[in-house]
Nanobody, 124 residues
């Protein structure tokens, strides 16, 4: 399975961005998709996770109400819509996949596949 993240960029505080994660290669009938982020000097942080087929989601408190995860199964793509961005959202964002029917996976060690990351910079 290969994951390709894109859509990062620089935006002012209060602005919006949409990240995409295209999944290719061997696809599993059921797997969870997650987004993580890592700011300079900090550990990788959980952002959100969802099931591929069931649509169940779980958000970190820091992004709840501002970020929305969605997917397009026909395109094998997962999206992260980020609104009302804050300077503290600045980080490299990674998408990840785990072959599973569950969705409550919030530790990076629980994921099997990772994208290359895309930089998001929010200026104040």
């Amino acid at each position: 399975v290969q994951l390709q993240a894109s859509g990062g960029g620089t935006v002012q505080a209060g602005g919006s961005l949409r990240l995409s994660c295209a999944v290719s290669g061997r696809t599993f009938s059921s797997y969870a998709m997650g987004w993580f982020r890592q700011a300079p000097g900090k550990e990788r942080e959980f952002v959100v996770v969802m099931t591929w087929s069931g649509g169940n989601t779980y958000y970190a408190d820091s992004v709840k109400g501002r970020f929305t995860i969605s997917r397009d199964n026909a395109k094998n793509t997962v999206y992260l819509q980020m609104s009302n961005l804050k300077p503290e959202d600045t980080a490299v964002y990674y998408c990840a996949a785990r072959s599973s029917t569950g969705y409550y996976y919030i530790r990076s060690s629980e994921y099997h596949y990772w994208g290359q990351g895309t930089q998001v910079t929010v200026s104040s």
